[in-house]
Antibody
């Protein structure tokens, strides 16, 4: 069974940093384009960014609100995805989901983690 | 950046109704659109991919259509388990703002 498990969330002060991790199992992680999606309390889903598989260049793209502050990386030897978040703002408070895009499904996200909560507050 | 606009934001319906949710893209996305269902406190679940393909295991009362910039999700004969929030998404990127299907 395909599974994603996020970790690393917590309470951080404005301007601080946090690194989230996402451990994958049950599918070929190295073949997947991986994404982060967040959901602020009571709000909708917001795409944060994604990283392509190495064979497609391994590059990352980001949503405008996080570009320059967040960095997505992956370690295929550990089947793990990361989200480094710097210069955090109150608006970054959200539940952060790790998702796997399936190229056979038009890059739709067919596997989701349970989410890890990030709270930015002084 | 491609913007996705969903309507309505809230939809009141009864069990047995047929409901339709619309998603509009700010530019053509061909057929690379997905629909998700999210229930309170749970991660979203993929329903439809490539605009009209039903994910394995999803009930056939869910259907999707459209191309270019206009897409629809239709739920035929709404069931109690279908009361949830639905999101469209373009090509593994931007989401629509969501449509909450609630009990009339």
């Amino acid at each position: 069974e395909s599974q994603l498990v996020e970790s690393g969330g917590g309470l951080v002060k404005p301007g601080g940093s946090l690194r989230l991790s996402c451990a994958a199992s049950g599918f070929t992680f190295s073949n997947a384009w991986m994404s982060w999606v967040r959901q602020a309390p009571g709000k909708g889903l917001e795409w944060v960014g994604r990283i392509k598989r190495e064979s497609d260049g391994g590059t990352a793209d980001y949503a405008a609100p996080v570009k320059g502050r967040f960095t997505i990386s992956r370690d295929d030897s550990k089947n793990t995805l990361y989200l480094q978040m710097n210069s955090l703002e109150a608006e970054d408070t959200a539940l952060y989901y790790c998702c796997s895009g399936n190229s056979g499904l038009g890059d739709a996200f067919d596997v989701w983690g349970q989410g890890t909560r990030v709270t930015v507050s002084s | 950046d491609i913007q996705m606009t969903q309507s309505p934001s809230t939809l009141s319906a009864s069990v047995g109704d047929t409901v339709t949710i619309t998603c509009r893209a700010s530019q053509s996305i061909s057929g690379l659109l997905a629909w998700y269902q999210q229930k309170q406190g749970k991660a979203p679940k993929l329903l439809i991919f490539k605009a009209s393909s039903l994910k394995s295991g999803v009930p056939s009362r869910f259907s999707g259509s459209g191309s270019g910039t206009e897409f629809t999700l239709t739920i035929s004969s709404l069931q109690p388990d279908d009361f949830a929030t639905y999101y469209c998404q373009q090509f593994g990127g931007t989401f629509g703002q969501g449509t909450k299907v609630e009990t009339k």
